[in-house]
Every structure is written in C-alpha cells, then in structure tokens.
C-alpha cells in the first residue's frame, strides 16, 4: 500500500518537474524574444554612408566637382553611380539635394532629387519614416563657399521598426 | 490501518503543497523577469550609431575644403582667430555636421600649438582632453602648418 502511494507520488513529483521546466524555459525564450527579436533600426548609418558617397562625389580637393547646372540634375544618379532601387515593388528612398550660398544663406536655384517623393519630409504620410539631414561645404569654381544640404528619407519600416 | 492511510494521505499532502508553493516562487520569480525584460526592451534604444564618430567625413571634408581656399588658408596661417572660428560657431547654425560635444581645431605652427578655436554647443559640458586628434598637413611654401581637428565626445559620438 505505502509503495504504491510512493510510486504515485513520484509521477506526480515527475509532472510537477517538468511543468517547471517547460515554464522556465518559456519564460526564458520569451525574454530572449522580447529582447532581441525587434529589429534594430540601422537607417542612421545607411542614411551616414549615402550623405558621405553623394560628398564624395560632388565633392573632390575641397572643390565641387561638377557646375551646378541642369546637366548634374539630369545625371546626378549616374554621374555618382547611384541605385535608390530596392526589392520592393514601391522605392524605400527619397534624397533632395540643395545647395546654399556660405555668405549670404541664399538658396541656389538648383536642387536635385532623387526616389520616391511620397516620401519627402512635407509629404511623408507615415511616422516611421525615417529622415536625415547633414551639410558640407565646399567650393565652387569661383572659390565661392557652397553649402551642399543633403536631405534623405527611408522608409523600410518593416525591416528597421517594430 | 486507517491511521495508516492517515498518515501516508498527510505526507502526499505536503509533498503536493511544496511542490505547488515551488511552482507558484517559480512562475512569479518569471512573472518579474518578464516584466522587467518588456521594460527594459521598450526603454532600450534600438538604433545603431558606429561608435568611431569622432572623424566625422563631412565635418573633416568642409574643413579641409575651407582651408583649401588661399585666402581662408592664409587666415588659418596668421592664426586669424576671428575668421576661423566664426567659420566653426557657423557649422551649427548652418546644418554642417557637428558632434554633439563640438569640434576642437588647433593649428600648430612652427612647433607652437595655439587652440583657435573651440566651440561647444549650449549645454554640452566640453572638457576632455587628450583625445586623438585628426591631423592634417598643410604644407605651403613659407609655411609648415598642421591642422587638428577632433570631435568632443564623451562616451559615444553619435
């Protein structure tokens, strides 16, 4: 009689045994998840590493490379070998280039844009869209301080907000 | 014999009762550990900065391109304090970059380093030295010039 109950008591020990088990060890994959399951958002970087590739090339010994005409508008993504394509059907960048008299703040009348214009800063209907802004100077051919004013827009949301 | 079944009833009893008490420890001892994960998840900055921030491209590029003038460079030469950090109090203000401590450059001429400039952003303690410093030669034919320009970070430049 005693054995018995002995015998019952260690299947229940048992199952109490391993619902704990399976307890913490969902505790612990589900705080994993939490933790590290939401996407790190690298669109600072990837906006970083546009701004310093469009510096690099409108920008070569401190002087502007090319005229700001209608010529370097036209071209501007083949002239700095651009591609704002991605696998989605619909364009995850929008980049608007504007340039800045140093002296006076005057804008200049050229400005350059590229991608998708929904997502422009004025139009952008969603909030995680993500939008940069960074300047530098160099000079034109005259020796006149430019201030070259890059904005940028990226969406990616899915892969970059939660 | 009923005093047996009793006894053995009493022992199962507490036995179930540890185990039970055990059970619940566990799950609220998770139940914290959960919670405390979901805020700390949430507060946690999910963005990612590169930490290597104090030779920022563009700031280095205006800079340089300044200085590439002959006319800025010949203010940088006689240590033109006015010219050149006005040139720099103005990177703020017109949206060149501009790390959140401020940027550090000194001109060394002819062994005598002499800090032109340094500006900081309202707020921002800047104070740290002995950071490494971007140097750039600018060598003209008089001249032996030597430029240094830094970011002021402390921790992490973003």
Redo the contacts between chains.
Sequence with gaps: MISKNKRGMEKIVSIYWFAILIIVAGGIIYMVSIFYGDPYDVRAIESGILTDNIAECLSENGKLKYPLDDNLKGNFASLCHLNLKTNEERQEYYLEISFYDFKTNQKLPLEISEGNINLKKSNALSRYVFFNSESFYALDSEGKGIITKVDISINKDEENVK | MSN??FF?KKA?AS??IT??V??LI??VV?GI??FA??L??KI?D?????DDKQKD???V???????????NLELAKNANEGEISNFLKTVPA????SPSGGWNLAIEKENETKEIATYDVVGVDVGGAGLPAFEINFESKTNHLKLKFWAECHGKCK
């Design positions: 047996k079944i053995g199962q036995d179930a185990w039970i055990a059970t566990v799950v998770l550990s959960i994960t979901t700390m998840g946690q999910r963005k990612i900065f590169l491209f563009l700031a590029k205006s800079i340089t391109s300044f200085l590439s003038n002959d006319a017109k949206g060149l970059n």
